[in-house]
């Protein structure tokens, strides 16, 4: 089942597929050291390594998803619509806690970066769906 797609648009794959290493390297960041990942990127209150730990099943979940997506054709469009989706409800979450990181320039930077990659997901989503 390895349907590569002949790209529709230069780069959708090698795009894709950074993505998903991006997401898949900071869910194993968030899975094996989760009080390191919290200090660094996700200091929002006390640590909730439960949390921190969900957040790393989803990435990782994601993260496999987009490359597999890079090389699956039919697999693209569901996968960067759903890791649009989470993501961009994720940045949302961020903008609402903005105040609660530590420091608080955090808070701002990280929701930035997301709204950042959201745009980037809709991008290839919507280059994926090309004919």
């Not at 640590?47 to 921190?52: A, G, K």
């Not at 997301?114 to 919507?126: F, G, I, K, N, Y």
Request: hydrophobic letters at 55%.
């Amino acid at each position: 089942m390895n349907e590569r797609a002949p790209d529709t648009a230069p780069g959708t794959d090698w795009i894709t597929g950074v993505l998903g290493l991006t997401f898949t390297a900071l869910g194993l960041w968030a899975a094996v050291a989760p009080a390191t990942f919290a200090r660094t990127v996700a200091n929002f209150g006390p640590l909730n390594e439960h949390l921190i730990r969900d957040f790393a099943a989803a990435s990782l979940a994601f993260g496999i998803g987009l490359m597999a997506a890079a090389r699956i054709a039919a697999w693209r469009t569901p996968i960067l619509m759903l890791a649009a989706i989470w993501n961009g409800l994720h940045g949302i979450s961020h903008l609402i806690e903005v105040d609660h990181a530590h420091p608080h320039v955090l808070g701002a930077v990280e929701a930035v970066l997301l709204a950042l990659v959201t745009l980037a997901l809709l991008r290839q989503l919507r280059r994926s769906t090309r004919t």
